[in-house]
């Protein structure tokens, strides 16, 4: 019998930028899957490594049945090589760089995921990583670029969950990712790509949803009545992500903090330092 393969759909961009509730909000739409940041799973040993149910991976029933020993474990360890940021810019280079095995290790681990999904949603976020699955001929890879005002993403950093950075480092961690993002999906990503921006999708969540859905070519609309209905967001089995996919979250909570707590100095910092990625992406100075 002959594997089913779903389209891989990859959310790429920067961390603090939205991709969690962006990906919650897709894996509420019938046929898509959402497994979390698969680059997570390169680690699963680590018992501070969490899947969304509570439990370290290594200990998580559904993992282990999924083939974590025997497939999925060993094949995410192997790809580190191909797909962290500084790989990005040799894989944009020159993509034949990335060997036959990692896109059979890829390609395994897509098939033990499947699970009769029309796509399967990866959060991981890399550059490296997408880059990477577009070499290969084997995976059909789809891309969402979620993107976000710099001031946001500044702000982001500054709040006492996960990884903290200054000002600086944090546009400088901005400028690095999404510059390398937006050479991606005008080059590499060109053709099989859909940016959406964090602030379109937490005011108006239904229309970019149904812009995606146009993208994939996926009828969202029961989806989208399901949360009007109440059903809220999910994560089942999700490994990696931010604090709210080991919490829950009853529905969309936009996170616009900066405004009113950002002095007005560190704006324009943020905003000279970053300026470039602010035009492109239609963001203003106030």
Known sequence: MED?????????GAGRSGST?????????????????LVHLANWRDPDNLCSCGEPI?????????????????????SRAFEGHRQAVSTLLRPTRIPSSYCADQSAVLVKLASGSKYLLDSSKYVGRALALAACRSIRARYIYIVRDPRGVVQSFTKNVQSRRSTYSACAYYLIINTLAQIAVRTRLRDRQLTVRYEDLVSDHET?????????????????RDLRDGMGLRADHVAGGNRWVREGAAGIQPDFEWRQKMRAINRLVIHVLCFPLQLLNGYRLW
């Open 4 to 12: 089913v393969r779903p389209e891989y759909l990859y959310i790429v």
């Open 208 to 224: 970019e949803i149904r812009r995606i859905g146009r993208f994939l070519q996926i009828d969202v609309e029961r989806g989208l």
């Open 21 to 37: 509730i962006l990906a919650a909000l897709l894996a509420s739409q019938p046929g898509i899957r959402w497994v979390g940041e």
């Open 58 to 78: 290594a200990n998580c029933g559904h993992w282990k049945s999924l083939g974590m020993v025997e497939t999925i474990g060993a094949a995410m360890a192997n």
